[in-house]
C-alpha cells in the first residue's frame, strides 16, 4: 500500500503559478509511474501529466502543454507538477496517481492508477 499526499495548492490569479508536491510513503517510489489528473466540479477526472519511473519519460495533456511540467525526485519519494501562466479554467483538485504495473509507457487513463492520494485545491481568479 502507497500513501500520497498532496500540498502546495491555493487561490492565485490568472497568469500566476504554483507547485504541486506529492509525497509517497513507499520505498518503492522510484518502480511506479507517477501521475497527476484533476478534476473540476460537474465534470469528469481528467489526466493532466504523467512521467516515467525514471523521469525520462513525461506525457501531457494537450491543455496544460507548455505551461505544466512534472518532474520527480526519487530520493525524495516526491514528484512535483509546476504550473505557470495559470488560467481560470485550471481550477480544480488535483490529484497525485501511482501505477504500479511496470509499464513503460506513461499511462493517461485513471483506471491505470493503483493509488490515489486525497487531492488539493488550485483556484484560479480572472
Known amino acids: 500500500q502507497v500513501q500520497l499526499v498532496e500540498s502546495g495548492g491555493g487561490l492565485v490569479q490568472a497568469g500566476d503559478s504554483l507547485r504541486l508536491s506529492c509525497a509517497a510513503s513507499s520505498s518503492t517510489f522510484s518502480n511506479y509511474v507517477m501521475g497527476w489528473f484533476r478534476q473540476a466540479p460537474g465534470k469528469e477526472r481528467e489526466f493532466v501529466a504523467g512521467?516515467?519511473?525514471?523521469?525520462?519519460?513525461?506525457s501531457y495533456a494537450d491543455s496544460v502543454k507548455g505551461r505544466f511540467t512534472i518532474s520527480r525526485d526519487n530520493a525524495k519519494n516526491t514528484v512535483y507538477l509546476q504550473m505557470n501562466s495559470l488560467k481560470p479554467e485550471d481550477t480544480a483538485v488535483y490529484y497525485c496517481a501511482a501505477d504500479r504495473n511496470y509499464r513503460v509507457v506513461v499511462a493517461t487513463g485513471s483506471h491505470e492508477y493503483d493509488y490515489w492520494g486525497q487531492g488539493t485545491q488550485v483556484t484560479v481568479s480572472s
Open positions: 512521467i516515467s519511473w525514471t523521469g525520462g519519460r513525461t
